[in-house]
């Protein structure tokens, strides 16, 4: 009695854990892993390809499926060849950054969007920092706002005026609100070197020599007249000793 008692409670338990295990299969799930930090794809040269590879990989116990990689304007590429990673596969996704108009330290974005229930979203930064060759010169207005680079360079500054039209357009180049770049626009010591009639024409023209195009109609560029005087008269004002206008105005800050 003792023994047949024994032996039922044997095939509930193995009858039990066959379940379990069985659920906990069927429950199972994939989990992305990408780098942590941003990736570097080294030094380049203006106009060249800055290329390197994102790996992704599943820790999961469930196939992974990559639904779409965004970058986060027209110069930045991903190629996306592969979008199943089997439990404990990665892939390497190709990506390149076209370094065309751009200099100093260049910063762009990828958001990688799979069926991982926890993070089905995560983004990917890619840097890497652009140089001038030597004796290079620069003509850009008829590239740089055509195709693919107008999605970063035109297109957002369109009907924009003023700090926004700054952030539209110019922060890609020299930074949220003129601190960043190459040459810091929001630097009092070189904007009091500076008059308006040297500004307007820097916008409007650009500067041989330089990465700096001409943005006025006249040059190939997408601002007109009044975008133009509308960001000197921004810089005129960082030239007080205020940084972020709007934000200062709203908030009663922003003083040096």
């Not at 003792?2 to 906990?24: E, N, P, S």
Request: glycine share 12%; proline share 4%; aromatic share 6%.
């Amino acid at each position: 009695m003792g023994r047949t008692i024994k032996v039922v409670a044997l095939h509930l338990i193995c009858g039990l854990f066959i379940l379990t295990t069985t659920a906990q299969a069927g429950n199972g799930k994939p989990r992305i892993t990408v780098p942590t930090g941003a990736i570097d794809l080294g030094a380049s040269y203006q106009g060249e390809k800055a290329s390197g590879k994102i790996t992704i990989g599943n820790a999961g116990d469930k196939t992974l499926n990559i639904i779409k990689l965004t970058p986060s304007c027209g110069c930045t590429v991903a190629e996306l060849t592969i979008k199943t990673i089997e439990h404990g596969k990665e892939i390497a996704v190709p990506v390149s950054i076209d370094t065309t108009g751009k200099i100093g330290l260049i910063r762009k974005t990828i958001e990688i969007q799979s069926d991982d229930p926890e993070r089905p979203k995560l983004t990917v930064e890619l840097q890497t920092v652009v140089s001038i060759r030597e004796h290079s010169t620069m003509t850009m207005s008829k590239t740089l706002f055509q195709g693919d680079c107008a999605g970063c360079h035109a297109l957002p500054g369109k009907d924009k005026t003023g700090e926004t039209l700054f952030e539209a357009v110019c922060a890609v180049c020299h930074g949220h609100y003129g601190l960043g770049g190459t040459i810091r626009m929001n630097d009092l010591n070189w904007l009091e070197a500076h008059d308006d009639a040297y500004l307007k024409k820097i916008i409007a023209d650009g500067k041989a020599g330089t990465s700096m195009p001409g943005f006025s109609i006249e040059s190939g560029g997408p601002l007109n007249k009044e975008q133009i005087d509308s960001l000197v008269e921004l810089m005129r004002w960082w030239r007080e000793g205020f940084i972020f206008k709007q934000n200062a105005q709203r908030h009663g800050y922003g003083k040096r």
